[in-house]
């Protein structure tokens, strides 16, 4: 059975602190990985990630694919209390989405 | 442009009766996703919609169930409504199957409420 399980379930750090979020699958058929920040109700896209070792960049956040390993990492510098919210990783099949049940990310002033 | 539209915003129903929720897709999007989040679970995957046809379906009962319209928009319907229906009911829509990689776009969704 596809199944996507993200780690830490939840964290918290103060402003200023980076934070490396994971991302593991194991689905057949993968065509994608995708991360999502949700803060109140809409997931937000992030990234999409569809080849090993290229990073992907927007601002202070980037991720990495490791296709050998199945995973996926998120890397949060300089975090912001703007940045607290629920990181979702979902991997994609096919235009089938599945989703991990996201890491709770908390930001302290 | 517009991004994805959900309505309503919220939804109170009680036990048995029938909830409607409808998505509007970004325009040039053929592909309507619905899942469901309850609280403290992650997104659960409901069904899919593509080109006015359900290509695929999650673990849910039949009495989750819903249709594509001509103009992409979609309506998901929960009938004979029971508590633990209670959720986030996010839409998102794609390119779908009529593009390359694809990249779904979520909705604020609609929060149901059964009492």
């Known amino acids: 059975e596809d199944k996507v399980v993200q780690s830490p379930l939840s964290l918290v750090v103060h402003e200023g602190d980076t934070v490396t979020l994971n991302c593991s699958y194991e689905v057949t058929n993968f065509r994608s990985l995708l991360w999502y920040k949700q803060e109140k109700k809409a997931p937000t896209f992030l990234f999409m990630l569809t080849s090993s070792g290229i990073e992907k960049k927007s601002g202070r956040l980037s991720s990495i694919l490791d296709k050998k390993e199945l995973s996926s990492i998120l890397n949060i510098t300089a975090t912001q209390t703007g940045d607290s919210a629920i990181y979702l990783c979902?991997?994609?099949?096919?235009?089938?989405?599945?989703f991990g049940t996201g890491t709770r990310l908390k930001v302290l002033a | 442009e517009a991004g994805v539209t959900q309505s309503p915003t919220h939804l109170i129903k009680t036990r048995g009766q029938q909830a409607t929720l409808r998505c509007s897709p970004i325009s040039g999007h053929t592909s309507v996703y619905w899942y469901q989040q309850a609280l403290g679970l992650g997104l659960q995957f409901l069904l899919w919609?593509?080109?006015?046809?359900?290509?695929n379906r999650g673990n849910f009962p039949p009495r989750f169930s819903g249709r594509q319209f001509p103009n992409y928009s979609s309506e998901l319907n929960v009938n004979a409504l029971e508590l633990e229906d209670s959720a986030l009911y996010l839409c998102?829509?794609?390119?779908?199957?009529?593009?390359?990689?694809?990249?779904?776009?979520f909705g604020p969704g609609t929060r149901l409420t059964v009492l």
């Open positions: 979902a991997v994609e099949k096919t235009y089938k989405y599945i």
């Open positions: 919609y593509d080109e006015g046809e359900e290509r």
């Open positions: 998102a829509s794609s390119l779908g199957t009529s593009g390359g990689y694809d990249t779904q776009y």
